[in-house]
Every structure is written in C-alpha cells, then in structure tokens.
C-alpha cells in the first residue's frame, strides 16, 4: 500500500529541504518506499480534515490505510520500524539509534529552531543582537558535545541509522541559515555525508519540484 | 537485571518530580521493575564517566547490563517496549502511542522549558515580558490543540500509554510554575488522573526522598 504524505503547497524556504517533510521523503527513500504526497495551503492546515489527522495543524502527516500518524520522529520511526535499513537488527544497538532520533529532536534541534524563529519574529527588536548571541551559546553548548562525540566516526553509532538521517536534518537548517556549523569540521563533514546519499538527494529533488512546479504555474 | 538510572543529586525542584529522572522512575513503576538511582553533582555530570553515557552531560541516563542510554524519551520507549503496560499490542495503536510520545517533547514541551528557562536565565533582560508574553502565546496554541482533541476522554488514544506518560510529564512542569493549565480544564483533569495513579505516586515519592535525604545529610 502506497502510503500518502502531506506537505507545504508553499513552502516557506523555497523548497530547499528545510521542512519536515523531508526526514519523511528522505526516509522512504531510504527503504526504497514509493509514496503520494498531498500538498497543504497554511490555511488548509487549520480546516478539521488535516486537524483530525495532526492536532497541531502541521506538516507532515502520514497515512498507510487504517493507520494515521504525525509527528517527523515518530513518522520516520514508523517507516524504520516497517523496513530493513534504518534501525540496527541487534536490540542494543537499535535502543542507541532510537536514543539519538530523541537526542536530535529534543535536545539538539530546539535552540536551532528557536534562533531560526527569532530571526524572523524578533529582527525589529531592540534586544534581537543579544537574544540571538543567547541562543548561538545553546547551539554552540551542543554541537560541541555532539562533535566531540561524533569524533572521526562516519556516523553517531555503526552504520547510518535514522538518529543519523533526524541529526542530519536538524543540523541541515542551522547550516542554511549560519557560519556555526563550520565551526565543528567534523560535524560539517558529517552533514555533507548526509547530502551525499543518493536517497537524501532523491528526496531533496522531490521537495524542490514542488515549489518549482508552484512558481511556473 | 537491575538496571541503574542517573538523577540530580540536589535537584533545582528540591525533588518536586520536575527532573527528568521522574518520568524513567514513573515508567519503571508502571511495569514493577526495580531500579537503582545513582546520584549525581552538577560537577560529575560534566565529566567523562558521565559524558561516556550521555554526549550533552545531562541526566537521566539508564544502564542496564551492556546496555547504556540516554534522553528521557527513549529510555521510557525503551522500558515500554520490554515490558508489558505502555503500549498497545496493536501495531497500528502502537504507531499512535509513539506519535504522542514524540508530541509531547518535540511540539508541547519546547515552549514550556523555553518558558521555566527564561524565568531563569532571562528575568533581568529588558526584553524578558515581551518574551514570556511571546511563550505563553505559543504554550496557549499547543495547549489549545491538545484540549480540543482530548476532548472528555480519559486518555490521549484509548488506553492509558507511554504518549500519556510523557505529556501528562511535560503539563506538570507547566502546572509547577504557572495558571495557563487552568486555562484548560479538561486538560488539569488529564493530568490530575496521570498524578493519581499508583505508580505516579511511588515514583514521586522517591524522587522527593532524595531531597529529603540531601537536606538531613
């Protein structure tokens, strides 16, 4: 069953990878998972149909028959679960990969989404320089962990999981948008390792023709 | 096996069941199994014995044999998914619980510790009201949504689970510090229930034996 994935119509940064429905694309690219995609207006995302799927009125959602979900972490979660190539087979080992999906998505990803945010919500505030200095510290507190973590391995723990695709995805806006990430060479080169796989690219194409297709028409 | 969770040795609550070691040991109870705590400064938390096991020296971690993880969102996974209790059986309903487990860290918790963190560390900014007023704009919204789609049940989906488990964890420490909640009563009610079950209840007092302890000691 072809499951059916919804995204932004528009997508605030021009289809360049940033939003959520990438880690979905991308993970189903992973395990080779053809898939539908149902594009959503801002004002679609508040009307009761997409609210009855995610509560929140966000993208992406995901439908697989009887089954909806939402949430990018538990979605990716899902299509790892259901596959072969995203969670390790040992059981140990499959605990530590689903220890780094969290670790990306709540303790790494926060403060790069809320300097993201506050670049667009505070820029005409009188305290915008320091809040944002604030911020950089918490990225910076982070990534230093992370890399220092990370070392001179190829990817957080073994071969690439879907902690590795999340930490990728969450790293990938802070890259888009700041020089921080240069700071920590290695997590730069892990980034671009992300980049480098042929589904990441499969899934980035995918996203970017959206907004291509939109802007011709 | 037994296995060892990490917790503050003088935690910031004075063991009120806001650190995050709460809702490892509120899982645990959940199941019956027995655990030991090993206590930690803020000192030996930045330290190698303790980075070895979390990356960002934080707590809770939980080691278990040959097992060692991190994040308090896959340690609960973790527990649910040896034991019988926070989870369905059904796949599909399964899929759902982790949904809402991934919701509450990554949609409701960030504005709420954003929140308990800038009453902290950005009470004396000038731009502290317009901030706090900002995060109550965005806890009001994720609160709203989640009000609207408990609706009168008891629980998130069905059964009580590790999604409810985690939620009913992130609103407490909104409770702790603030009226918003009150705002929501069907949602003061969800989390009243979460605070009345058994396990809740022994988990909480454990915590706060640790404080008492550290303040007779």
């Known amino acids: 069953m072809t499951p059916t994935i919804t995204a932004f119509e528009r997508s605030p940064d021009r289809g360049k990878g ?10 189903l690219e992973e395990v ?17 149909a997409h609210l009855a799927l995610n509560p929140f009125g966000q993208i992406p959602t995901y439908e ?14 899902h299509i790892a679960e259901r596959h ?32 993201s945010l506050a670049k ?3 820029r005409d505030e009188p305290w915008y320089e ?11 507190k982070r990534l230093g962990a992370l890399s220092a973590r ?12 879907a902690g590795d695709l999340l930490m990728v995805s969450v790293l990938l806006r802070l890259k888009a948008s700041s020089e921080i990430l240069d700071e920590y060479p290695n997590l730069s080169v892990y980034v671009a390792r992300g980049e480098a796989r042929p589904a ?18």
């Not at 053809?34 to 801002?42: A, C, E, G, Q, T």
């Not at 697989?64 to 979660?77: H, K, N, P, T």
């Not at 190829?154 to 999981?161: C, I, M, P, Q, Y």
């Open 200 to 217: 990441y690219k499969r899934a980035f194409d995918a996203q970017l023709a959206v907004f291509t297709a939109a802007s011709k028409g």
């Open 64 to 77: 697989e028959g009887d089954l909806a979900l939402f949430e990018s972490g538990a979605i990716v979660f």
């Open 130 to 140: 320091q809040r944002l200095r604030f911020l950089e510290d918490s990225i910076r």
């Open 18 to 27: 940033l939003a959520r429905d990438m880690r979905i694309r991308w993970a």
């Open 84 to 115: 072969t190539g995203l969670l390790p087979d040992d059981a140990n080992a499959r605990a530590r990969a689903v220890a780094w999906m969290f670790a990306a998505l709540n303790t790494v990803e926060p403060p790069i989404f809320d300097r």
């Open 32 to 48: 080779r998972q053809p898939y539908d995609v149902r594009l959503l207006s801002f004002k679609a995302m508040k009307e009761p």
């Open 150 to 161: 990370l070392g001179d391995a190829e990817w957080l723990d073994g071969g690439f999981s």
């Open 120 to 122: 667009i919500l505070e």
